[in-house]
């Protein structure tokens, strides 16, 4: 069965730093590009960034650039968000999602909670 | 604002038929498969037509997808109570280098 789990979620304040973490299993996880997907409370879907199955390519969302890294670790089968100078506007729900091909995403995690306020 | 154009509610009484349009452009929509996907309330989005038009398995043949040139639609015949969601349209946007979602429909079955 296919599972992803977030988990690094929480209160923090503007400028801080957060690293999310999702736990993959059930797939070969080395054979799928992941992303990362947000939903601040009561607003849609926005997609923040994804990166190949073996890290060489990375895109992201414009309003994070600069600010997040997305990377993996095929060994763990895990894939990270490290957030930094994190502001208000970064409040939201951060789903990890696997996507097969085609940019469309079969499965998704339960989604974790950062919320960024002093 | 998002780079997809989304109504933001569509309604119809169970058992009638309901379509959901997702307008883009040549950079998102005109080049690049669209997904579907629909979020009932407090849970993770689920896909429900990817390639534009198939479904994964489990998704009944009363939900199809289509596009044509920029826009793309989402169709669901037989209306169920059970169909009341948000449902979103997905693709990636190859001048942004960027994936982008519409904004969100709101389907309230009557």
Redesign the interface.
């Known amino acids: 069965e296919v599972q992803l789990v977030e988990s690094g979620g929480g209160l923090v304040q503007p400028g801080g730093s957060l690293r999310l973490s999702c736990a993959a299993s059930g797939f070969t996880f080395s054979s799928y590009w992941m992303?990362w997907?947000r939903q601040a409370p009561g607003k849609?879907?926005?997609?923040v960034a994804?990166i190949k199955q073996d890290g060489s390519e990375k895109?992201?969302?414009?309003s994070v650039k600069g600010r997040f890294t997305i990377s993996r670790d095929n060994a763990k089968n895990s894939l990270y968000l490290q957030m930094n100078s994190l502001r208000a506007e970064d409040t939201a729900v951060y789903?990890c999602a696997r996507d097969p091909y085609?940019?469309?995403?079969?499965y998704?995690?339960?989604?974790t909670l950062v919320t960024v306020s002093s | 604002q998002?780079v997809l154009t989304q109504p933001p509610s569509v309604s119809a009484a169970p058992g009638q038929k309901v379509t959901i349009s997702c307008s883009g452009s040549s950079s998102n929509i005109g080049n690049?498969?669209v997904?579907w996907?629909q979020?009932l309330p407090g849970t993770?989005?689920?896909?429900l037509i990817?390639?534009n038009n198939k479904r994964?398995s489990g998704i009944p043949d009363r939900v199809s997808g289509s596009k044509s040139g920029t826009s793309a639609t989402l169709g669901i015949t037989g209306l169920q109570t059970g169909d009341e969601a948000?449902y979103?349209c997905?693709?990636?946007d190859s001048s942004?280098?960027?994936?982008?979602?519409?904004?969100?429909t709101k389907l309230t079955v009557l």
């Open positions: 992303s997907v849609g879907l926005e997609w994804n895109y992201y969302v414009d789903y085609s940019f469309h995403f079969d998704w995690g339960q989604g | 998002s690049n498969y997904s996907y979020q993770a989005p689920k896909v990817y390639d994964p948000d979103y997905g693709t990636w942004l280098s960027e994936g982008v979602f519409g904004g969100g």
